[in-house]
């Protein structure tokens, strides 16, 4: 008689996330990665002992065609789908863990900031301010109305924070870092970018992780960095976010990683967050059609955080469909990527991870479509407008 071995926990795991769709699944234990703010999962389980990190890639050929700039809506819906599917599989997975006796959190995906407060009420303040806006524009505004709209002004212009540099770094810290973990549980490795890059799919992947008390054997981080140094992600950035030259050090679960020296994140709200699509470069933008005054550059100093705020605000007096734009970025952020109504929420950049495929070939093609890819200008075939469904 032939006595078969029994399937470990961590192997039951690992085979239901690769069944439901997952193409990378790891895990680490809570210990390694608690020492960092970021990714401590007793912020959202006591006692936590492991974390499962679940990878999707993005589909290749769709990320082609949005670097180019031909056609965007492919790209976004494939997104989409990868967000709410890795929401699906950790749900699975959280399951799983509570039959089993154990207590799981399927983590929120992007955007999942402790600061964000999941009841809050000023998008849709701001979207009764752009409606007002746009009646005034039209002249079918009432006093009433008018007079709404002086008050909203004066508050936006007292709104700006004493510390915008608080609202940019320290007020963004997620409620657990899905790139830390992936890190930890073996995925992938850091790369210049700060982007995990991974050994089949480069950085074109997106996480998840479900935290539990369950006390799992981890597995082993990579011992060699898929990434090659290439740097092409630093030439794909618009927006100058981290340096082409200089270094920083980080250590994720014991193992140091040099990277890209990194600046504000004030820097990719501006170009990521679609408030202009052009910054270092002028031959080419992001599918953001707007731009700096005359041809200006964002400041390269510690005044960017104050700079971003204001412009911020100014987006949003103006009631335009950058505006709007900017709208549905809060909602994103509020109610998180995988619950946001499909094509709500439209990217205008992320080049600096989806330039970075999975070979160099591939790599050095990608920034070649994303660099004669030309500018989207405001109006005509590509007006904005299209991408708020």
């Given at each position: 008689?032939?006595?078969?071995?029994?399937?470990?926990?961590?192997?039951?795991?690992?085979?239901?996330?690769?069944?439901?769709?997952?193409?990378?699944v790891?895990?680490?234990?809570?210990?390694?990665?608690?020492?960092?703010?970021?990714?401590d999962?007793?912020?959202?389980?006591?006692?936590?002992?492991?974390?499962?990190?679940?990878?999707?890639?993005?589909?290749d050929?769709?990320?082609?065609?949005?670097?180019?700039?031909?056609?965007?809506?492919?790209?976004?819906?494939?997104?989409?789908?990868?967000?709410?599917?890795?929401?699906?599989?950790?749900?699975?997975?959280?399951?799983?863990?509570?039959?089993?006796?154990?207590?799981?959190?399927?983590?929120?995906?992007n955007?999942?900031y402790?600061?964000r407060?999941?009841?809050?009420?000023?998008?849709?303040?701001?979207?009764?301010?752009?409606?007002?806006?746009d009646?005034?524009?039209?002249?079918?505004?009432?006093?009433?109305?008018?007079a709404?709209?002086?008050?909203?002004?004066?508050?936006?212009?007292?709104?700006?924070?004493?510390?915008?540099?608080?609202?940019?770094?320290?007020?963004?810290?997620?409620?657990?870092?899905?790139?830390?973990?992936?890190?930890?549980?073996?995925?992938?490795?850091?790369?210049?970018?700060?982007?995990?890059?991974?050994?089949?799919?480069?950085?074109?992947?997106?996480f998840?992780?479900?935290?539990?008390?369950?006390?799992?054997?981890?597995?082993?981080?990579?011992?060699?960095n898929?990434?090659?140094?290439?740097?092409l992600c630093?030439?794909?950035?618009?927006?100058?976010?981290?340096?082409?030259?200089?270094?920083?050090?980080?250590?994720?679960?014991?193992?140091?990683?040099?990277?890209?020296?990194?600046?504000?994140?004030?820097?990719?709200?501006?170009?990521?967050?679609?408030?202009?699509?052009?910054?270092?470069?002028?031959?080419?933008?992001?599918w953001s059609?707007?731009?700096?005054?005359?041809?200006?550059?964002?400041?390269?100093?510690?005044?960017?955080?104050?700079?971003?705020?204001?412009?911020?605000?100014?987006?949003?007096?103006?009631?335009?469909?950058?505006?709007?734009?900017?709208?549905v970025?809060?909602?994103?952020?509020?109610?998180?990527?995988?619950?946001?109504?499909?094509?709500?929420?439209?990217?205008?950049?992320?080049?600096?991870q989806?330039?970075?495929?999975?070979?160099?070939?591939?790599?050095?093609?990608?920034y070649?479509?994303?660099?004669?890819?030309?500018?989207?200008?405001?109006?005509?075939?590509?007006?904005?407008?299209?991408?708020?469904?």
């Amino acid at each position: 008689m032939t006595l078969t071995k029994p399937i470990s926990l961590e192997d039951q795991i690992k085979q239901l996330a690769l069944e439901e769709g997952a193409v990378l699944v790891g895990i680490c234990s809570a210990d390694s990665i608690k020492e960092k703010e970021a990714s401590d999962p007793n912020y959202l389980l006591q006692g936590a002992q492991s974390v499962v990190s679940i990878g999707l890639n993005l589909d290749d050929e769709k990320i082609k065609i949005y670097l180019s700039k031909k056609e965007r809506d492919p790209f976004v819906e494939n997104q989409d789908d990868v967000y709410k599917k890795l929401k699906e599989i950790g749900e699975k997975i959280k399951l799983f863990l509570e039959e089993k006796g154990y207590k799981a959190v399927n983590c929120d995906l992007n955007f999942d900031y402790r600061n964000r407060k999941k009841n809050d009420k000023n998008p849709e303040l701001i979207e009764t301010y752009i409606k007002l806006i746009d009646k005034e524009k039209n002249n079918t505004i009432t006093d009433k109305e008018r007079a709404m709209v002086e008050r909203m002004q004066k508050m936006l212009d007292l709104a700006t924070p004493k510390n915008p540099k608080e609202q940019f770094q320290e007020g963004m810290v997620p409620e657990l870092s899905h790139k830390c973990i992936a890190v930890a549980a073996g995925l992938g490795r850091v790369g210049w970018s700060g982007n995990v890059v991974t050994e089949k799919y480069g950085a074109r992947v997106l996480f998840n992780s479900i935290v539990t008390d369950a006390k799992l054997t981890a597995d082993k981080q990579l011992e060699k960095n898929p990434c090659n140094n290439c740097k092409l992600c630093e030439k794909a950035c618009q927006s100058g976010l981290f340096s082409p030259d200089e270094t920083q050090n980080i250590t994720i679960a014991g193992v140091e990683e040099t990277i890209a020296k990194r600046y504000s994140k004030a820097y990719c709200a501006a170009v990521c967050g679609g408030m202009i699509g052009q910054n270092k470069f002028k031959e080419w933008s992001t599918w953001s059609p707007y731009r700096l005054k005359d041809g200006e550059s964002l400041p390269k100093d510690d005044s960017i955080n104050e700079y971003v705020m204001k412009l911020m605000l100014e987006c949003i007096k103006e009631g335009s469909v950058r505006a709007k734009h900017l709208l549905v970025q809060m909602k994103a952020i509020r109610d998180g990527l995988h619950n946001k109504p499909k094509g709500m929420y439209v990217p205008t950049c992320a080049s600096c991870q989806l330039v970075c495929g999975p070979t160099m070939k591939d790599k050095k093609e990608s920034y070649k479509l994303l660099k004669n890819g030309g500018c989207i200008e405001l109006g005509g075939k590509w007006d904005p407008e299209y991408c708020l469904k």
